[in-house]
């Protein structure tokens, strides 16, 4: 296979990833074959998929802005994936061309085509990481040197910790992240996850083969999420389906709404 110019040498091209079928199902164009392939191959076992990866994108947006309207103007966006429209910095930056925000994702392409498209702004950094090596993450120059955690600092893991099992120890991560904040300080998160006894057959066969072909997930119920919040109190509504969290349109939690597979949350640190 030819490699893209855009495409770092130390990558494997036969390999998925995950921030590179995201970029498929959301119509991006930084993805390679096996991306591709993968991508359409859960795409057909559950065709909905498409409108849960843009639904976790549109709540990125929601809890971006209430997190404006709040004071906060420093943003950590751990797992940050391939920039597409809608991005934390574009969102930030029209509020305040001065926001400070740090995008980490451990996918070479997701973090070279944010360093080329960021080239220029002196208010946004990118640290290829994995973010849970959260001491890592915040001794890096990246962080260290644009986000000032004696002020409030939003964190960001959007559609990130299902891919964090229970083995690694997600809250230990969290914890250490929120730590270091200061009071006032956010956590936004995103998560795939169903009541009990609610996943579909097509939605097990898809997370079967992208457990198989890409990495495995781990699912969380409202009580699951809520338990990653130790530390922080949760702002209205609560954790609730993404679509439901402060959404702009009544249509957004019609009846699919309240069926859709994950939850979403915003927490406050007290």
């Known amino acids: 296979m030819e490699r893209p110019n855009w495409a770092p040498g130390d990558i494997d091209l036969e390999r998925p990833s ?18 591709r392939a993968v991508g359409q191959h859960t795409l057909e076992t559950m065709p909905e998929l498409r409108g849960v990866v843009l639904n976790h994108r549109a709540f990125l947006r929601r809890a971006v802005r209430y997190l404006l ?62 973010v849970r090596d959260w001491m890592g993450v915040l001794a890096s120059d990246e962080v260290d040197k644009r986000l000032d955690f004696d002020a409030p600092v939003a964190v960001l893991m959007i559609a990130l910790l299902h891919f964090v099992s229970d083995e690694d120890d997600p809250w230990g991560m969290i914890g250490g992240y929120r730590d270091r904040l200061a009071t ?12 009990a006894d609610e996943e ?17 997930m781990t699912l969380r119920d409202p009580v699951e999420l809520t338990s990653l919040f130790k530390g922080f109190d949760l702002v209205e509504p609560g954790v609730v389906r993404v679509p439901a ?12 709404g309240q069926r859709f597979p994950g939850f979403a949350a915003v927490g406050r640190k007290a």
Request: proline fraction near 4%.
């Open 18 to 35: 995950v921030a590179r079928v995201y970029d498929y199902w959301l119509g991006g164009a930084h993805n390679f074959a096996a991306d």
């Open 69 to 130: 309207q709040q004071g906060v103007r420093q943003f950590l966006d751990l797992g940050s994936g391939i920039p597409t429209v809608g991005n934390v910095h574009e969102i930030a930056q029209a509020t305040d061309p001065r926001a400070q925000v740090v995008y980490v994702d451990i996918d070479p392409v997701a973090v070279a085509h944010s360093r080329s498209l960021l080239g220029g702004n002196d208010h946004v950094s990118v640290l290829r990481a994995d």
């Open 184 to 195: 006032g300080s956010f956590l936004a998160i995103s998560h795939a996850g169903y009541e």
């Open 200 to 216: 579909t057959d097509a939605s097990k066969e898809a997370r079967r083969i992208y457990d198989r072909d890409v990495t495995r």
């Open 245 to 256: 969290w402060q959404p702009e349109s009544p249509a957004d939690v019609e009846e699919s």
